[in-house]
């Protein structure tokens, strides 16, 4: 295999023209310009003089900025911790499906991604509202049930809807949602690849089901549950749509401020640092993961 | 009767602004390429000409009356923000030839030299503007500018939810009554703006230690209040979710004609006028196209088809006494004139003071 392509060097260097060049013009040249805004300065209304400044780092650090980020992380880990606790059993029955049920329940767990996420959440806005279709099916189950107690004479009196929408409670509904997927798709990966005479053993050799869970399969599940919290966590943290449709007053995220600076505040300096301040963060972040897990692996 | 759970409807903004950001990148691809040249006018411009607008801001026929009275044919593209409209012609004219800035952007527009001035010859109509609207001042002598429309800020409310009617912005930004069902606009400038405007001050030249003092009285107020919305307070009051919130005459005047039980009143204390108005940007490849138009739309009976539609107050005279009563004395779109004697235009005071109040909103959203 090595030596395959390894000969065929034209061939692989044609090949792979279309992708880096894609990757250049769209994504590194781009970022390239957006890092470089980071350390500029409005001049005008439609220029930035690019000068090395870190005054917009200085003024991303405030408290103020600090306490926002640090509330999505916030909301992206109770995101995530939902994200496992409720994708680890789908992936697991998923696993244990017949071949032909299984391509059907990964045809499910794929299908949102049919739907732009626009008008995903505009849907779920409309399950949620106070004369949404939750409260209106509560409504309708209330009201048969006051109607029943009034022939004995004690009705239960109005229904009060339940406030579902515009608050952090639709804001990490709305995000695990979207982001189940992410982390059922991972999770699912690394469980099929399990062999189940490791279960089987474990099984017979006494341990019950609980014990085998969690010292057989959570364990071999390791890499899908890292990759699953990653791919889950990091888009959390940047959640834009989301809180600003579903959210409150108090769900502001760092990206709702952070489109402010290329809209409304028009600066796009500060906008850009704290894009960076953010990625900076999340880089340091996996690069401490991985070092402890190396660490971890060297130990064992 | 209260319409039961749907959709969410799409309204001048609210969907656009969602979609706008995906969609910036490919609107404009071929807008204005080297291909394929039209048939040329008698002004020896091309017969087109293309026009940059918000959704649902034109009657019905105008563009094709355009067409008939005068052989071009326009090609309109829709923004949700002025925020996009200015990004999109900040660095550099994709090919528009006319753009419907708001006042403040106006301003903006002119002070980033990005606007063609008009040949007043070119518009004759212009004789059929509202005395107020001749010489406003983001624009003196209207040397960039025609207006379009015109709105004021106020509070749209559920008659059957108020106790008297709630004229004054305490109702909203100082007053526990109506908790948990309040809409305050997410806007920056306008929630400042108005909060100085409450507290007996200018919507202009706000000082810092007012600044300060709006933004304590938004953070005590907002346990109470349900949402900071983005325009669309007009179909959060229409499905029941708040009952009083601060939004513009022109949109609660629409959701008037679907539940009787709303209605809108700007407050006494006084408000924000805005003006949406036609301008040619540099760089328009066809500006005498763009004259006629503009001229065409300041026409009586262009204008009355326009607002016959959108329901906007209008700044034409001709157009206005052309209109039916229903619109001519409606109160939701025009406030009695002791009312609008208290409102004022805002101003664009610079980057600094964008930046400020910027930072200030969230304080207030992380508070």
Redesign the interface.
Known sequence: MDESWTKAKAVFAILAIPPVFWLLAFFLIPLGVIWGYSFGE?K???EIAVNGTFSNYVHAIKP??L??IL?SFWFAAVTTVLCLIVGFPVAIAITFATEKSKAWLLLLIMLPFWTNL?IRT??L??VL?????I??TLAFFWNGLSGLTGLLGHPLGAFQPL?L??NNFAVVFGLVYVQLPFMVLPLYAALDRLDRSLLEASLDLGAGHLTTFRRVVVPLATPGIVSGVLVTLIPSIGAY?TP??LG???S?MIA??IE????????WP?GAALSFLLMYMTFLAIAVQAIVSRNRRARD | MRPVPGPVRSSRRSLLAGLGAAAAGLSFAGLDGCASRGPIGANGEERKLNLYNWDTYTGKTTLSDFKAATGISVRMSLFATNDELFAKLKAGNPGFDVIVPSNEYVTRFRIAELLMPLDHAKIPNRVNLLPGFVNPPFDPGRRYSMPYTWLVLGIGYRKSKMDGVPDSWKWVMDSPRYSGRIGVFSEADDMIELGAKYLGHSVRDIPAALIDRVAEMYIRQKPHIKIFHHDEGQDLLLSGDIDIVMEYNGDIAQVMLEDPDLDFVVPREGSILNSDCLCIPKGAPRPDNAHQFINFILDGHNGAEIYQTIKYPTANAAALALMPPDYRDNPVIFPPPEVMARCEYADFEGLDRAHLFDETVTRIFAA
């Not at chain 1, 509202?129 to 279709?133: A, C, D, F, P, V």
Request: hydrophobic share 35%; aromatic share 14%; net charge neutral.
């Open positions: 409005n005008s209304l439609t103020l900025y306490g926002i509330k626009l505009y849907a806005m409309a509202r106070t004369e949404g279709y409260n209106f406030e929408l515009h749509l600003d449709l409150g007053p108090s502001q709702n401020v402010r600076q290329f809209k409304t505040a028009n600066d500060f």
